[in-house]
């Protein structure tokens, strides 16, 4: 389990006063707010990951001398199991963030771009960026599948 550094502005946010013009339209700035809320909800998820590794480093640091020859074995043991599961409970939430989002943000974006163009007969720019990467389960190997170790 590794510690994520990418570093996630949490002081982004969508301002509502500016869209005030958009009252008539409540199911929209709803919208608008749930995607912030995802947003900011994956922000403090990978704060509170940073913040376990922190513990685990800490753990493993104290447990072993400096420059001491360990196994993955006795590193595992270092680490208090709460925060093994607490490590694989935010990563899996990450993860679930990661799969998800995308779409809500996009959808609302959509939405308020259309809603945009209609009103003001300009649309919304957007920069969409490429799937950089999906993860995937590794596929299980096959017995007699000729493959060799």
């Given at each position: 389990m590794r510690a994520i550094h990418t570093a996630f502005k949490s002081d982004l946010g969508i301002d509502l006063k500016q869209l005030s013009f958009l009252a008539d339209k409540p199911l929209l700035l709803e919208k608008l707010a749930y995607a912030e809320r995802l947003y900011l909800d994956l922000v403090e998820t990978i704060d509170e990951y940073r913040k376990v590794h922190v513990q685990i480093q800490e753990a493993t640091a104290s447990a072993f001398a400096p420059h001491a020859v360990v196994t993955f074995g006795q590193v595992e043991k270092a680490i208090p199991s709460h925060l093994t599961a607490q490590a694989n409970t935010l990563l899996a939430s990450i993860f679930d963030h990661l799969d998800r989002d995308e779409e809500s943000y996009r959808a609302v974006a959509a939405e308020l771009s259309a809603e945009l163009k209609r009103r003001l007969g300009r649309?919304?720019?957007?920069?969409?960026?490429?799937?950089v990467a999906e993860f995937k389960s590794p596929p299980e190997e096959k017995s007699g599948a000729g493959l060799h170790r």
């Amino acid at each position: 389990m590794r510690a994520i550094h990418t570093a996630f502005k949490s002081d982004l946010g969508i301002d509502l006063k500016q869209l005030s013009f958009l009252a008539d339209k409540p199911l929209l700035l709803e919208k608008l707010a749930y995607a912030e809320r995802l947003y900011l909800d994956l922000v403090e998820t990978i704060d509170e990951y940073r913040k376990v590794h922190v513990q685990i480093q800490e753990a493993t640091a104290s447990a072993f001398a400096p420059h001491a020859v360990v196994t993955f074995g006795q590193v595992e043991k270092a680490i208090p199991s709460h925060l093994t599961a607490q490590a694989n409970t935010l990563l899996a939430s990450i993860f679930d963030h990661l799969d998800r989002d995308e779409e809500s943000y996009r959808a609302v974006a959509a939405e308020l771009s259309a809603e945009l163009k209609r009103r003001l007969g300009r649309s919304l720019l957007l920069r969409c960026k490429q799937k950089v990467a999906e993860f995937k389960s590794p596929p299980e190997e096959k017995s007699g599948a000729g493959l060799h170790r």
